[in-house]
């Protein structure tokens, strides 16, 4: 089970706040991970500027219809990346930016340099029109920075249905460029200019020794709906100083998305703009990783795992309207996918969650949305716990300290801190964990309001 | 598509209202279901009782923690069933009654005469001592209704977890029995004792001339959850006085079930409990029917589906916190499953839900909840219509009168009326229909103070 180092809360700056209390947002620390010539550095304040060659920066563009806030980010890597990757929504109906960015990964040998990134319209169900937009924003964008065009990466995020608003963008695509720094402000602009309904901006970072040489890994990202990526988007941007083969660093970018990104996410409930960039500037002067079964690329392998599900719970922490943020840790699965589909299905139980909200320990909801998971169990092996309150053991319902559970939950939702649920399926070696948050009034408030 | 018969809305009687506008529940009716020598008849006051051959029952048990209106309903075919069918929960964490019933049908030869119900206890993840409760149950019954045990069928609805008040059920099965009558209050009553969180109380019973003999079929079920079904469960009970082959009682339930409350849940989300019975009684006078292709089965299919569309839309309109029913009508899809498949994702969403609830015409999230649904489809052929107005055609978005879409849904909720989305995939055959209604703040209100 992970353990958690505090870390300040870092807020998105210059707009209307939902709630007032401060926040503090988790870096995972995973315990297993000590290797001997290295450890973890928890870099709060950091972000997507904090691997070696990397610049950003962010701006107000006027895209946003509500907020004066910053809403286009820019992510350079001036000598191009030796390694680019990216996961994207499975949704049919995918934006524009999605489809842009899938091409420019997709052709051989070619390099990426950039990421433009803008808020207030997903740029997504815009057929034509929009598709002509993200060509325009990128050669536009290749024009400032003197790059080709198809070294830049898009990602758009806002109201689905509405294309970008592009004069408001070409103008200030070139203030981007020229703030273009590698400082801690610069990446707190540029993660703060992606978030939209986010109550806070996303951004860490974290260091790991490979090879004799510190690597460092930076991100940021944004989306604070839970039951679905919210208003249409969940954003990632992940840096990173590494030299690395690029077919490999895009199946580790694979492989630590499933462990993170996708389990706060329902299944197939990926959104149409739902799109994670991860770009590796090679300039940590490690030897290049090209095998997967070095000891070196499994260290950067839970290293970037980590760095996303620390990412990732900052967003579950965010969901729309959330109190609390859910943890659910299953086990004894056949296998780590069915591990997985459990977990994701309680955390995103509209049942349990609201259960979480009205602080009441209806652990019954908890084995129904076990139950309806698909992965096949014996029921008669379902242990169930809240906390450290077991609940059902071996499939048999055990009393409880109904008050003491509420309790727990109550405590937790106080200092908005983690419920953690415990379920063991079997004696199978199959574990997985899913991060999700309550459901409150203020998730229906702030769903029902959004265009209008 | 469908038109509607507007029909009083019956109540729940003896229970705290979570709303007071009187509602208006509807019937269905196919307009190509028209056969010469027929016709619907509508009979909104009678339920279970209106076929020949049934005799219904509901009395207060004291099962309910929280009032005192009925909670135990009894169904009794004092002759016997000449055929029995089930629909259950594929949930894997299924309730005791279900496995019980599964049983029960599946015996070989077995008749069926009863189906014993009760409200307040689900008697899911109840363990060993919950299975005992369900065999305790049918041998009380059987010994005051003189029958053997095995002709009875049990359904259970409450808290998951919670084993049934035996002591009070079996005070109060003679209670049961001594009241059974075949009059339209002893229908009501039953379809009364079988609510939970419901407002209102669903019955309802149509005719159809089959064979020159006039053919009854009746109703009951409640739930009133919709993003999971409510409480875990989701019951209904058939009966009908046709004479038909028991085998092909079962297929016709199963189809009837299909386009109906499977198209009100979303897929796989099943519950513990989720069970629909249908009992014949023979009584019609009818030549039994034995082949699925002959006209009398047709017939007979086309009365069950409507019917149990009648009752499923019943369960959509009165979902917790709903104020208006959302109809989603999907064509041109390759086929009718994955038709359905789109539907149901529309129907669902969250999002959607809650933008209905804000009257937004946010007609990306309809487009979203498409794409991920998980039929392929071409999104340069995607149409989408909210009531009349046409929201995007061929992929294209369209413009469109954002004020008059808004007026359309507020206009449906302040007479809770029908919400319809028209979405077409492509040229296809594959045509679906599903239910839902609008997300608001008292779904969440109602779910986090269930159990406390």
């Known amino acids: ?7 300040r809360g870092p807020r998105a700056s210059g707009r209307t706040e939902r709630r007032h209390a401060v926040r503090c947002l988790c870096i995972p620390r995973a315990p297993d991970f000590v290797p001997p010539s290295s450890h973890w550095l928890s870099l709060p304040d950091r972000g997507v500027t904090a691997p070696l060659g990397f610049l950003a920066s962010g701006a107000a563009a006027g895209l946003r219809s509500s907020s ?19 996961v994207f929504t499975q949704n049919l109906v995918c934006a524009a930016p999605v489809t842009y ?31 002509q937009d993200a060509i325009d924003s990128a050669a536009e964008l290749s024009k400032c920075l003197g790059i080709p065009a198809d070294e830049a990466l898009l990602q758009s995020t ?27 402000a610069a990446a707190k602009d540029c993660a703060t200019a992606i978030t939209t309904t986010d109550l806070v901006y996303k951004s860490t970072a974290i260091q790991v020794e490979i090879d004799g040489r510190v690597v460092t890994l930076g991100g940021m990202c944004k989306g604070s709906g839970m039951i679905h990526p919210n208003m249409a988007t969940m954003l990632g941007v992940v ?44 300039k940590a002067g490690n030897s290049k990783i090209a095998d997967e079964t070095s000891s070196e690329a499994k260290l950067l392998q839970r ?36 591990a997985r589909k459990i977990a994701r299905s309680i955390s995103s139980s509209s049942l349990a969650k609201s259960a979480i909200f009205g602080q009441d320990p209806n652990w019954g909801r908890i084995a129904c949305a076990a139950g309806y998971a698909g992965p096949k169990f014996d029921v008669n092996s379902l242990d169930i716990a809240l906390g450290e309150t ?48 309550d459901l409150s009034y203020d998730y229906v408030k702030i769903n029902a309001e959004y265009t209008t």
Chains 1, 2 share one sequence.
């Open 101 to 131: 960015s899938k091409e420019v990964l997709g052709k051989p040998g070619n390099t990426v340099s950039a990421v433009l990134i803008n808020a207030g319209q997903a740029n997504a169900a815009t057929g034509s029109l929009g598709w």
């Open 303 to 338: 290293a970037l795992t980590a760095l996303c599900q620390g990412l990732c719970k900052m967003i579950a922490w965010d969901g729309e309207g959330a109190n609390v943020l859910m943890e659910v840790i299953v086990e004894g699965a056949d296998s780590r996918e069915d």
């Open 1 to 7: 089970m992970a353990t958690f180092v505090s870390v």
């Open 158 to 184: 806002g109201v689905i249905g509405q294309r970008i608003k592009v004069e408001d963008m070409f103008g200030a695509i070139p203030k981007v460029v020229e703030d273009l720094s590698d400082t801690d």
């Open 239 to 282: 840096t990173c100083d590494v030299d690395i083969d690029n077919k490999l660093w895009q199946n580790m970018l694979k492989e630590a998305t499933d462990e993170s990104f996708n389990q706060i996410s329902v299944d197939g409930d990926t959104s149409t703009n739902d799109t994670v960039v991860a770009l590796a500037s090679g």
């Open 390 to 437: 077991k609940l059902m053991e071996k499939g048999q319902p055990l009393p409880f300290d109904a008050e003491a559970a509420s309790a727990y939950l109550k405590a937790q939702i106080d200092v908005r801190g983690v419920v953690q649920i415990h379920v063991k399926v079997g004696e199978g070696h199959g574990a997985g964990v899913a991060w999700g948050c």
């Open 68 to 86: 004066d806030r910053p809403d286009l980010a820019l992510v350079f890597c001036p000598d191009g990346a030796v390694a680019a990757a990216g």
